[in-house]
């Protein structure tokens, strides 16, 4: 089963709105990061947050990191058509190595 | 620098059937990993292999293995298909596979099983 849940489930969007999205998880962790994903297609990895960070930034995104909520959110500001997929937190635990556990993901459309 | 290249894209196989699944990792990768994606439940993790050797497994039958080759090349098996085998199955890269290092992820190959 996944390793965490993904608020909201879907969301839609005005282009130059800002997009939050939450991820809960449920063990202790080692970093967690975040995937963009287009129509079934592979997975492009966005930025990774370590468990000693609270906050990220990279261009339009934003990510914030609570280990004592379990949870942490993805920030998209100034959204664009483009923008549009569905998006993935993935958590790796603290015995490492590269095992991504994936979050259920979060479908954004970002309409013209 | 080529990304991860997973052959082939899409496949259609019978139920009872085995298919073989291929990644070829970024080059100077030695880390694969394999996921499973299905819309009901998610993405999954398979198997990860470092330097030939498989160093984690997720929660899957005994009909699902894999390998890596020497040039970290890595392959894939399902035996004896269930349509429940029907998903998008997704290769990872890594440089060292260390959990602070990011993944890079192949555009995967789709597999019905009919």
């Known amino acids: 089963s996944q390793q965490g849940e993904e608020d909201p489930q879907a969301l839609s969007i005005q282009e130059g709105e800002n997009a939050t999205m939450n991820c809960s998880y449920k063990?202790?962790?080692?970093?967690l990061q975040w995937y963009r994903q287009n129509s079934g297609r592979g997975l492009v990895h966005l930025i990774l947050i370590r468990s000693n960070e609270r906050e990220k930034h990279s261009g339009r995104l934003r990510v914030t990191l609570d280990t004592s909520k379990k949870s942490s959110s993805l920030l998209i500001t100034a959204s664009r058509a483009a923008d549009t997929a569905s998006y993935f937190c993935?958590?790796?635990?603290?015995?490492?190595?590269?095992?991504?556990?994936f979050g259920t993901g979060t479908r954004l459309l970002v309409s013209p | 620098k080529a990304g991860v290249t997973q052959t082939p894209r899409y496949l259609i196989k019978t139920r009872g059937q085995q298919v073989t699944l291929s990644c070829s990792p970024i080059s100077g990768h030695r880390s694969v990993s394999w996921y499973q994606q299905t819309p009901g439940q998610g993405l999954q993790f398979l198997f990860e292999?470092?330097?030939?050797?498989?160093?984690n497994k997720g929660n899957f039958p005994g009909r699902f293995s894999g390998r890596q080759f020497s040039n970290s090349r890595s392959e894939m098996n399902v035996s004896t298909l269930e349509l429940g085998d029907s998903a998008l199955y997704l290769c990872?890269?890594?440089?060292?596979?260390?959990?602070?290092?990011?993944?890079?992820f192949g555009q995967g190959t789709r597999l019905t099983v009919v």
């Open positions: 993935a958590t790796v635990g603290e015995t490492g190595f590269q095992k991504l556990v």
């Open positions: 063990t202790s962790i080692n970093n």
């Open positions: 990872a890269s890594s440089l060292r596979g260390q959990p602070n290092t990011e993944a890079f």
């Open positions: 292999y470092f330097s030939e050797t498989q160093r």
